[in-house]
């Protein structure tokens, strides 16, 4: 048993998980990190790093036999022969949907930090107070100031190339040069300071994406493929691989144990402590204890509360950190896929070189300043622009020569962007465990209730209409709105089940990400948020990350845990 | 000595951190033989006539040098829904009856001027064929045209030959550039 003892238990290896282990390693701490899934080496393990789409048998799309294994995954976009075996079998992990629920999940080392959008955005001041001021939900425990020291920390680490705007409502950070806006972009931009009063923006996106080397990191700026999602051999976006883990490792203080799934947190009811985990082996079955002062669930919003509810069900019925009546309530997302598309005359002597794995972003104006609408909160866009390829219709064309030689030039310049809007916390909205499904471990399985509500349906018909409004102001031609429905899940930002809040009673977590029922366990990924912003998630977590094992390490050295 | 006693001795030897255990992942999907399609070696030909009329050789490569009929194989066995696979394959045979019909002899004999004269006919038919199914809800069916040549010029366009030899395409672009110049007559890039 000595062997299986450790300072520090990180349960996951994605964003958060990542980050909890390069601290706490680089801390001091004997560090053990342990992953449900298999293990992903960095560069080596990418296999299709440098494939062409031709390189794959069915150029990349997904075949009949793929969307019958994975009938979740098939319905978003990450289904093709690129990332095969990198999304988590929906066979071997099912889930109770009472309610539509799309969960993309990964189930590998690095997690979903080798398969994520990149954006990377600070929440802002207003955000934090949002809650309180409105009566929401509760108020978070924590400020933007509290906050705005470790996004300074992460991103610098982690590598976010941005422009600095000087907006309140979109915090500049740490960042490196931000990638070019096209002629395009730059052109509407400008109209759309000019018709809205200055009260809206279009700003490069800021991605973890670099421009610049960390050559110290072993790590490349962006070549411009477009193929993060393949692995990124030259290490230019944040990813686990690409930055956390390596960190962790120089350390000697990490040991990473893949195919370990954490069934329970152990919980010593006299003490009023966690003292370790048990682990099912993925491959062997084999049950494992692992013993360590403190516990940092990173396992991806609805996998650290669903470890929550299995763990000291003899105290709590629901399990640790249910005694608030909040675990598994209050599931967020970013509701999306309403937005507009136009085409863009002139621009014929321009075009774009390389693939930008980035685009533009419209911050959020709705509900800001002295802006009122008939719902709470807001959204931004995110959107791009090009010229159209060979895909493009061209119905009149003869077939033959006239056709090939057509489609084989560029097209007219196209633009388009899609809305992330705010879902409130809501306590209907929840996960609980259903135990007559079982996984293939036979372990109870996860049932979603989730839903959009009248804020949300409210907020979408803006989400186009300012969308179309903006284009149209831009003087761009055959301005479409569109709304392509939303599920929820499907922005793969799920967040909230055991929120941070001031108050035991009505929150799970502390200010310090500290669970109130078991001090010396933290959970940090996107579980602990008390409110959803509009912007991509993952900074954020990265950040209370890495607050929260700075304050765990002092409280160590302080004998409080 | 345990097997996790001994990995954990060889971390604390070289006073590095270590991984447990080594898997495959980003796992590679087995290429397709022609034989696994239902697809024969002359439906290939066909499949690629109807490709070239299409995209055909000018002084770039055309839809036969990339070998579109195979692909179109592979696609259609693996990726289109039986509805899908029966409306294709069907059509298949209805362009050799119309061929016979018409030019009394086979689509492949045919004279190219032929073929895009009778591909042109059904080019217009499945337009046609669009416009009535309009409104149509479920029940849309899509004409074997408009698969034949959706997949012509998919499977042209993601070719190593028609990515790099009629599109222009490089596989590491090094630096992006929002407006990069261009003048009439530039190839599109590949993507």
Known sequence: MANNEYDAIVVGSGISGGWAAKELTEKGLKVLMLERGKNIEHITDYKNAHKERWDFPHRDMPTQQMKEDFPVLKRGYPLNESTYGMWASDKDSPYVEDKKYNWFRSHNVGGRSLLWGRQSYRLNVEDFLANKKEGIAVDWP????????????TERFAGISGSKDGLDVLPDGQFQPPMDLTCVEKDVAKRIQKSFGGARHLIPGRTSNMTQAKPEEGRTACQYRSKCWHGCPFGAYFSTQSSTLPAAMKTGNLTLRPFSIVKEVLYDKDKKRATGVMVIDAETNETIEYKSKIIFLNASSFNSTWILMNSATDIWQGGLGSSSGELGHNVMDHHFRVGASATVEGYEDKYTFGRRPSGYYIPRFRNWGSDKRDYLRGFGYQGGSGRSGWQRNVAEMKLGADL???????????IGMTAFGEILPDHSNRIYLNHQVKDKWGLPVLAMDVELKENDFKMRKDMQQDAIDMFEAAGLKNVSGFDNDYAPGQGIHEMGTARMGRDPKTSVLNGYNQVWDAKNVFVTDGACMTSASCVNPSLTYMALTARAADFAVQELNRRNL | MERRDLLKMIAAATSTGFVCRFASA???????????????NADVALLNE???TIIPRTNTPGAKDANVGAAMAVIVADCYTDTQKSIFKAGMKALNGRSQTEYKTEFTAMSSENKLALLTELDAEAKQHINEQKGKGEDKQPHYFTLFKQLVLFTFFTSEKGANEVLRHVSIPGKYDGEYPYKKGDRAWYR
């Open chain 2, 26 to 40: 980003y796992d590679i999907r087995p290429p397709v033989e022609l034989k696994d399609t239902g697809f024969s």
């Open chain 1, 142 to 153: 924590i400020r933007y100031q509290d906050l705005a020291p470790w996004y300074d920390y």
């Open chain 2, 50 to 52: 109807v490709g070239e």
């Open chain 1, 404 to 414: 090939k030689n057509a489609i084989s030039e560029p097209g007219s310049w196209n």
